[in-house]
């Protein structure tokens, strides 16, 4: 749609048009854009972690290595965690694709209380690790192993500060559409954890366990 435009005059007797206001652009389509671009920003971080822990991941420092440090249960449990909280977020999308207020805030819910419980088991995990005296100043495979699963944590903390801030907007404005890109988001960002969480477990974990 385009906007009132005004002429004017100047000294030298030049006509000029001037837009009375600036044009409108539809803010659900430049938001999604604008997110999907911050995503493949976030793509080149974790592949740089990726590949730095690709290229010192081996070097031990004659200390311990995988075998030493991973319980493959605790992870297998805590890579479930994540897992169920994307299933869970997928049926809070279908609720809110319904309109169903109550039943989206009750699965965001239970998507954020699987996603604390990720958290708490990787913080278990890091203070196991850091009290054996495995800490990242140790060896080029414990910095490389805490900054790349370290990042992924930082990313699903703050991704579950964004899922209490729009249950709470969910619960005061209801399912309108500002809210709902803000879902669809966040829908899309949780997802891209844990793709990032299922190359981690495989890379790291599973493969540092064959070495």
């Given at each position: 749609m385009?906007?009132?435009?005004?002429?004017?005059?100047?000294?030298?007797?030049?006509?000029?048009?001037?837009?009375?206001?600036?044009?409108?652009?539809?803010?659900?389509h430049s938001t999604l854009l604008g997110f999907w671009i911050y995503l493949m920003s976030d793509c080149l971080i974790f592949a740089i972690l990726f590949a730095t822990f690709g290229v010192i991941g081996g070097n031990y420092a004659a200390g311990p290595g995988?075998?030493?440090?991973?319980?493959?249960?605790?992870?297998?449990?805590?890579t479930a965690?994540?897992?169920?909280s994307s299933i869970t977020y997928g049926f809070a999308m279908l609720e809110m694709a319904r309109g169903r207020k109550n039943a989206t805030l009750a699965w965001l819910g239970i998507t954020g209380v699987f996603g604390a419980a990720f958290l708490g088991i990787e913080l278990y995990e890091f203070h196991h690790l850091i009290e054996i005296g495995a800490t990242p100043q140790r060896s080029g495979f414990l910095s490389a192993f805490f900054a790349l699963v370290g990042t992924h944590g930082l990313h699903?903390?703050?991704g579950s500060i964004w899922l209490v801030t729009l249950m709470v907007q969910v619960s005061?404005?209801?399912?309108?559409?500002?809210?709902?890109?803000?879902?669809?988001?966040?829908?899309?960002?949780?997802?891209?954890l844990d793709v990032i969480w299922i190359g981690v477990f495989t890379f790291v974990y599973l493969l540092g366990m064959l070495r």
């Amino acid at each position: 749609m385009s906007s009132a435009t005004v002429t004017t005059v100047d000294a030298k007797g030049e006509v000029a048009f001037h837009l009375v206001e600036e044009p409108h652009h539809e803010e659900g389509h430049s938001t999604l854009l604008g997110f999907w671009i911050y995503l493949m920003s976030d793509c080149l971080i974790f592949a740089i972690l990726f590949a730095t822990f690709g290229v010192i991941g081996g070097n031990y420092a004659a200390g311990p290595g995988p075998r030493d440090l991973f319980d493959l249960e605790l992870v297998a449990l805590n890579t479930a965690m994540l897992l169920f909280s994307s299933i869970t977020y997928g049926f809070a999308m279908l609720e809110m694709a319904r309109g169903r207020k109550n039943a989206t805030l009750a699965w965001l819910g239970i998507t954020g209380v699987f996603g604390a419980a990720f958290l708490g088991i990787e913080l278990y995990e890091f203070h196991h690790l850091i009290e054996i005296g495995a800490t990242p100043q140790r060896s080029g495979f414990l910095s490389a192993f805490f900054a790349l699963v370290g990042t992924h944590g930082l990313h699903v903390f703050f991704g579950s500060i964004w899922l209490v801030t729009l249950m709470v907007q969910v619960s005061r404005k209801g399912l309108i559409p500002a809210n709902q890109r803000r879902l669809m988001c966040l829908s899309m960002f949780w997802h891209f954890l844990d793709v990032i969480w299922i190359g981690v477990f495989t890379f790291v974990y599973l493969l540092g366990m064959l070495r």
